[in-house]
């Protein structure tokens, strides 16, 4: 009588790891392991010290040539270490470019400028995302068709304006035509359209709340961190922009680029006392970076983490 061969009975002891069901210690492991930070390569850290390397080299070389005399800076090879004239550089640039009185005004028109821009655009954004009502695409439309315009095209009749007004060689001639502007408006209502959920606005009119209550209480919360890099744009932008007011304003009460055109007159160019004064026009963005570019960079990653 032959026998009938039975299938082998799999133990649970005897399977692999891999035949045994996830338990949850299993998924545990396999969660912490999808959420662990991978380190960069070699090359990517070499890749990064280039980048860091060349982005600082130019303003290591305005101090090289700020800490020089005229004719150091002129020669072939140019001077690769600091010279020893970069204080007394820096006082001369400072008293024949007024750079005082220009450092207040600068600092004048890009923090209104920066604020009102901020506040503004995050108030259109919040309308342009979220809001319904007749004719917004259209209206949306028209802000970004602004953008394509190139500014060079309104400096006459924007100058006849401002002289109309009175407000020509002053700030507010520099600070009211650029309280808003498009970019801003477009950014944060890109932002706010991914990072404000429909529940919250909902769940406001729910409550009672209307449409600035709202704006208040759920919206600004939300776009703080967009907020925050629209408010350090805007206010190296207006901090460094040159065109428009030198066309509004003089040296009896200029800004800092203008300022900086003084130190260039004469027939023969002092480069040394010229980056002097970019280095003293540089060193309150730097001190801004510093102080606020850690809380900045935490609050964008504190809203990608939310939304």
Same mark, same amino acid.
């Given at each position: 009588m032959t026998t009938q061969s039975l299938p082998a009975r799999t133990d649970a002891r005897d399977r692999t790891p891999a035949d045994k069901p &996830? @338990? !949850?210690?299993? /998924? /545990?492991? %396999? /969660?912490?392991? &999808?959420? !662990?930070? $991978? $380190? #960069?390569?070699?090359? #990517?850290?070499v890749l990064l010290a280039i980048m860091a390397i060349l982005s600082i080299f130019p303003l290591y070389w305005t101090m090289v040539a700020a800490s020089t005399d005229n004719t150091r800076v002129s020669q072939t090879p140019p001077p690769f270490l600091p010279g020893p004239n970069l204080f007394s550089n820096l006082a001369r640039a400072w008293d024949e470019a007024a750079m005082g009185k220009a450092m207040v005004n600068s600092l004048i028109v890009a923090g209104v400028i920066a604020l009102s821009t901020v506040m503004f655009a995050t108030l259109a954004g919040f309308a342009f995302a979220k809001l319904r009502f007749k004719g917004r695409n259209a209206l949306l439309m028209l802000v970004i068709g602004t953008m394509?315009?190139?500014?060079?095209? @309104?400096?006459?009749?924007?100058?006849?304006?401002?002289?109309?007004?009175?407000?020509?060689?002053? %700030?507010? #001639?520099?600070?009211?035509?650029?309280?808003?502007? &498009?970019?801003?408006? =477009? =950014?944060? /209502?890109?932002? %706010?359209s991914e990072a404000l959920p429909d529940e919250l606005v909902e769940a406001g009119r729910v409550d009672g709340a209307h449409s600035l209550r709202i704006f208040w209480s759920i919206v600004l919360p939300v776009a703080r961190p967009a907020m925050a890099v629209l408010f350090m744009i805007t206010f190296v932008h207006a901090w460094n922009d040159f065109f428009w007011p030198f066309v509004v304003l003089d040296m009896t009460n200029p800004t800092v680029p203008v300022a900086l055109t003084q130190l260039s007159a004469g027939y023969v160019r002092d480069q040394s006392l010229i980056m002097a004064g970019a280095l003293l026009g540089t060193l309150p963005l730097l001190l801004m970076f510093i102080v606020f570019g850690r809380q900045i960079v935490s609050g964008i990653m504190a809203g990608a983490v939310k939304g």
């Open positions: &996830a @338990g !949850r210690g299993g /998924r /545990r492991l %396999l /969660r912490q392991g &999808a959420g !662990r930070q $991978h $380190h #960069a390569g070699p090359l #990517a850290y394509m315009v190139p500014p060079q095209l @309104g400096v006459v009749p924007l100058f006849m304006m401002m002289s109309e007004l009175g407000w020509s060689q002053q %700030l507010p #001639a520099v600070i009211f035509p650029t309280l808003v502007s &498009a970019v801003g408006v =477009f =950014f944060m /209502r890109q932002y %706010l």
